[in-house]
């Protein structure tokens, strides 16, 4: 396999925008998708409130958007999903989505909404290494997805479940329905099996990562926000996410999902197969990320990781689901960010030249 080109840059508020279209290009943007078809932006929200380091930055999709019309891309809309603890319409709007949307003509589709697309049984070519037997009924998609380029959007950050997430973990929204916790007691080699899936159905694979304020410890919500003014992008999902976790100071090789992909040739995670271009000296930074838990994720990694796994089918499976969905929310929304989050998120906007940023964009 011919090594695998991520595009890194520095950059800063006055700039990103320009620095988005620019990146687009040295990543090969134009190469890597399809123009005769139409571009799925997949955002990326991971708490409906608006955190730093969280969600897909307003200036990220903006400066994708500019970077795809710069590379002749203009057929392209915005596509939602939902999860049982976020609230896509709130992080739409807490996260300024809407506004740009708009100012481009962009359209908004959501994967949870019927009239939207329908969820139909694929049956992938490639093995599964896990999916086929945790949904043994048979795998699910929207049908909207299929024959279309998809461009991620995922922040730099860690995630208590996985390590790191990036532009693999962004598809698990996308692509599964809202019974996609089935799978987190195997969430490493279901982000593989997704990437050989997203690999079947899309005319194009591309991603952009903002980590212009990352985000260490309890991910992918309770996270510390830190000022790197860092952005990345490739078409090889696997490498760029590599290239993100080694940034934030992981071995990308001994984190499952990245080793597992590159071992079945979806990708390259092995350091020595990625080109940097761009930037290749902020690529070589170390920060020293550390994956840490809270009271919502500790629970989870029990329930899911330790011998109490063998209750999944009881908890998980059933409407007691219902409990764990209303303590994580009230844990999150109604605990948590009032508590600390609040707080954080109004010294960023007060400190940060990434909160003023925020501020300006029309809400």
Not at 49 to 56: A, D, F, I, V
Not at 275 to 286: D, F, K, L, N
Request: with cysteine.
């Amino acid at each position: 396999m011919q090594k695998s080109r991520v595009a890194v840059l520095r950059t800063k508020p006055d700039h990103v925008l320009e620095d988005y279209v620019k990146l687009c290009s040295l990543a090969g943007i134009k190469d890597a998708l399809d123009p005769s078809a139409k571009t799925i932006l997949k955002d990326n929200i991971s708490w409906h409130l608006m955190y730093p380091s969280s969600n897909t930055t307003p200036w990220q999709l903006e400066g994708t958007i500019l970077g795809l019309k710069e590379n002749g891309f203009e057929d392209l809309v915005d596509v939602h999903n939902k999860t049982v603890v976020t609230i896509a319409d709130l992080g739409d709007r807490f996260n300024k989505f809407g506004p740009i949307l708009e100012k481009y003509g962009i359209p908004k589709k959501y994967n949870f909404k019927p009239e939207d697309m329908k969820w139909i049984e694929i049956k992938p070519k490639a093995k599964m290494a896990v999916l086929d037997k945790i949904f043994p009924e048979g795998i699910f998609i929207p049908d909207y997805f299929v024959g279309k380029n998809i461009v991620h959007l995922p922040t730099v950050k860690t995630h208590s479940y996985t390590q790191t997430t990036g532009a693999m973990k962004n598809a698990f929204g996308g692509l599964l329905n809202v019974n996609r916790h089935y799978t987190h007691t195997w969430i490493h080699d279901t982000l593989v099996d997704l990437l050989a899936i997203q690999k079947e159905i899309h005319t194009g694979l591309f991603a952009t990562m903002d980590g212009t304020t990352a985000g260490s410890g309890p991910g992918p919500r309770t996270l510390i926000p830190h000022q790197k003014d860092v952005i990345l992008a490739s078409s090889d999902q696997v490498a760029i996410d590599a290239v993100a976790a080694a940034m934030m100071g992981f071995d990308p090789m001994k984190i499952d999902y990245i080793a597992h992909a590159t071992e079945r040739g979806l990708g390259n995670g092995n350091p020595r197969d990625i080109e940097i271009v761009g930037m290749p000296e902020v690529a070589q930074e170390r920060w020293g990320f550390k994956v840490g838990v809270n009271l919502g994720t500790g629970t989870g990694l029990i329930l899911w990781r330790s011998p109490l796994k063998i209750f999944q089918n009881l908890l998980f499976h059933t409407p007691l689901v219902n409990m764990f969905i209303f303590a994580s929310e009230n844990y999150h929304d109604h605990y948590w960010y009032p508590k600390n989050g609040k707080k954080v998120v109004e010294q960023w906007e007060k400190d940060s030249p990434w909160g003023h940023l925020f501020t300006q964009y029309p809400g």
